[in-house]
């Protein structure tokens, strides 16, 4: 096939979007796939030329990858980059060349990404993507939404509140939320922007770091326990994995350093608290309509109550992900998992 690997964008999350990309356009290309791995805001070529002969020169025109930095990109710099200035967030030739794409594999992460707005757009354009729809996509990129939907399907979810910036308050002690207590973008990933506040003193800068990212933050308790993840694929839930940050918690730099967490799959829990908190991922999955594939986080307490942190629609694909090794323990490598997801998103395209 012929298939457009899209990555990058405007999001935060845009460098480890590009790790993603790449690993994914290597797998598609030795599995005998034509690959272009494409920047979505920075497309391809600002000049007028003939794109019909484009996947016979593939490889040369791909993005080239570095590793991810620790710290987020400057987004500001990424858009005064851009030869054309144009306002259209799709850069030059983009939907021309998904257009005459088998599929786009969707490896963007973050806004824009998982937003479900791409997937609108190439909905109208008839253009083919892996992954969820534009709804299931927009309602789990909104934590505050996605809260309410779980709390209906009777996942249990951290109690909390959302707050908009033109509501700010920062004195904690007029919030029903009590102290400790975690502030964090409403639509972020990679743990960009989040903060756990210890004690009221904190809790003012904790809204200056959330609000850097976003105009409104999600404020919920905070609970201590291990940090656990399933993957779920067409309905059914991978083995759980959990992670353990060497430092801290599993934040920005301890998601994408190699080393800087111990990843166990599977998990080493009790059958019964593993069987359940795939249960769970699995009803996240089917409240949501994550109907392809998804990943959802979660907590496990000192007394075995799990709590669900989010779903994540586009599961990242680097070194260090999560899904591709829960995906290895159930015999699946990384280049058949790569050729699996493009096959059930397919599907949504028959008859």
Request: aromatic content about 8%; charged content about 25%; hydrophobic content about 40%.
């Amino acid at each position: 096939m012929d298939i457009i690997v899209l990555a990058g964008g405007l999001s935060t999350e845009r460098d480890v979007s590009f790790k993603t990309g790449s690993m994914v356009a290597s797998a598609l290309r030795e599995n005998g796939h034509r690959v272009i791995l494409l920047d979505v805001f920075m497309g391809y070529s600002d000049k007028e030329e003939n794109l019909d002969e484009i996947f016979e020169r593939s490889e040369e025109i791909s993005v080239k990858t570095e590793d991810i930095p620790e710290t987020a990109p400057d987004l500001a710099a990424v858009k005064a980059s851009r030869k054309d200035q144009s306002p259209c967030f799709f850069g030059p030739n983009v939907i021309r060349m998904c257009q005459m794409a088998d599929i786009v594999f969707m490896a963007l992460h973050g806004e824009n990404g998982e937003n479900g707005k791409i997937q609108a757009a190439f909905d109208l354009f008839g253009i083919r993507y892996t992954g969820s729809d534009y709804l299931s996509s927009a309602i789990a990129m909104d934590k505050g939404m996605a809260k309410q939907v779980l709390m209906q399907a009777k996942v249990p979810v951290p109690a909390g509140i959302s707050m908009k910036k033109a509501e700010r308050e920062n004195d904690i002690t007029k919030l029903p939320v009590s102290l400790p207590c975690v502030v964090k973008p409403c639509c972020g990933g990679s743990s960009i922007g989040v903060t756990i506040v210890k004690d009221a003193a904190e809790f003012k800068a904790a809204l200056d770091e959330g609000f850097r990212w976003e105009d409104e933050l999600i404020i919920e308790e905070y609970i201590k326990g291990r940090e656990f993840s399933v993957g779920v694929i067409e309905g059914k839930a991978l083995p759980v994995i959990e992670i353990a940050p060497i430092e801290g918690f599993y934040d920005y730099k301890n998601k994408y350093k190699a080393g800087s967490a111990v990843e166990t799959c599977p998990a080493d829990i009790p059958e019964e608290i593993s069987a359940k908190m795939k249960k769970y991922a699995e009803d996240v999955a089917s409240a949501i309509g994550l109907d392809t594939y998804s990943r959802s986080d979660f907590l496990l307490d000192e007394k075995n109550n799990i709590y669900c942190l989010e779903a994540n629609t586009l599961p990242g694909m680097t070194p260090t992900s999560l899904l591709p090794q829960e995906a290895a323990v159930i015999g699946m490598n990384f280049n058949e998992l790569c050729e699996k997801l493009i096959a059930i998103s397919l599907k949504k395209y028959e008859g």
